[in-house]
């Protein structure tokens, strides 16, 4: 029973770690294509628009309701 999960106290440092491996592929594929000038895979609005959901994501969870992106965009 229970094999295979994670208990919660280990989340945080489960995620710290999948996102510094993420964040390290970012920019190396970044520096790649600045060195080859080559373009980008995303663009600033995929950035932009990545960033508005975790805004109304972390909204909607700490006052406990819908958080719609154009609330967030303006």
């Given amino acids: 029973r229970g094999q295979g999960r994670v ?11 999948a996102l510094a491996e993420a964040y390290a592929a970012e920019i190396a594929a970044f520096v ?12 600033g609005h995929d950035g932009m628009m990545a960033l508005a ?3 109304a994501a972390l909204l909607s969870v700490t006052e406990g309701r819908v958080v719609k992106l154009a609330e967030i965009l303006g």
């Avoid at 208990?7 to 770690?17: F, I, T």
């Fill in 32 to 43: 790649d294509c600045v060195a080859k000038g080559a373009a980008t895979p995303t663009t």
């Fill in 7 to 17: 208990h919660a106290s280990a989340a945080p440092e489960l995620v710290h770690d």
């Fill in 53 to 55: 959901l975790a805004d």
